[in-house]
T-cell receptor, first 116, second 111 residues
Framework: SAVISQKPSRDICQRGTSLTIQCQVDSQVTMMFWYRQQPGQSLTLIATANQGSEATYESGFVIDKFPISRPNLTFSTLTVSNMSPEDSSIYLC?????????????FGPGTRLTVL | KQEVTQIPAALSVPEGENLVLNCSFTDSAIYNLQWFRQDPGKGLTSLLLIQSSQREQTSGRLNASLDKSSGRSTLYIAASQPGDSATYLCAVDQGAQKLVFGQGTRLTINP
């Protein structure tokens, strides 16, 4: 398994501001992933963060809105920029661990963001 | 585009019952399927992972099956307990470890 921590666990922010969410993993991983879970919805992948290269964003998500850093193999940050109430969601990071021939994903506890 | 559907959206059963949660997906070209549990306001806990070449996996009272050709998976929970109350999510890995999630089944076990 993997032990993943996120900071902050929750925050309430004003519209127009930005929030940076941190994700720390207990050992080195190649790829880290950021997901969004809007109220009452399931999880949607925002981007894949690789160490040493630009993050890869999914359709509907752009770097200007969700800049990501990946300075080393155990840490990543996601920034939610110029926030609006529609950005109120739980943001989760995840990592994949290889066991034999397959990759199993593990998730952090999430950051609950409320934008007023 | 892969779509994952979970039925039912919510389920409430008395303690001790065996139950089945369903997950279907539209594109059978998957690497694996993973079942997660999410408690209110919390992150996801991995329950079971089934590789695309496997038919089922078991962990304790949980058994997950996979029929890739028909695009279906089931999660069987035996002898349900109140502590099993949570939202159960299935997710398929279509490659590059990117997961596509279903909407989840909100399960309530009544004492």
């Amino acid at each position: 398994s993997a032990v993943i921590s996120q900071k902050p666990s929750r925050d309430i922010c004003q519209r127009g501001t930005s929030l940076t969410i941190q994700c720390q993993v207990d050992s080195q991983v190649t790829m880290m992933f950021w997901y969004r879970q809007q109220p009452g919805q399931s999880l949607t992948l925002i981007a894949t963060a690789n160490q040493g290269s630009e993050a890869t964003y999914e359709s509907g998500f752009v770097i200007d809105k969700f800049p990501i850093s990946r300075p080393n193999l155990t840490f990543s940050t996601l920034t939610v920029s110029n926030m609006s109430p529609e950005d109120s969601s739980i943001y989760l990071c995840s990592v994949a661990r290889t066991s034999g021939l397959y990759n199993e994903q593990f998730f952090g506890p999430g950051t609950r963001l409320t934008v007023l | 585009k892969q779509e994952v559907t979970q039925i039912p959206a919510a389920l409430s059963v008395p303690e001790g019952e065996n139950l089945v949660l369903n997950c279907s997906f539209t594109d059978s070209a998957i690497y694996n399927l993973q079942w997660f549990r999410q408690d209110p306001g919390k992150g996801l806990t991995s329950l079971l992972l089934i590789q695309s070449s496997q038919r089922e996996q078991t962990s304790g009272r949980l058994n997950a099956s996979l029929d890739k050709s028909s695009g279906r998976s089931t999660l069987y929970i035996a002898a349900s307990q109140p502590g099993d109350s949570a939202t159960y999510l299935c997710a398929v890995d279509q490659g590059a470890q990117k997961l596509v999630f279903g909407q989840g089944t909100r399960l309530t076990i009544n004492p």
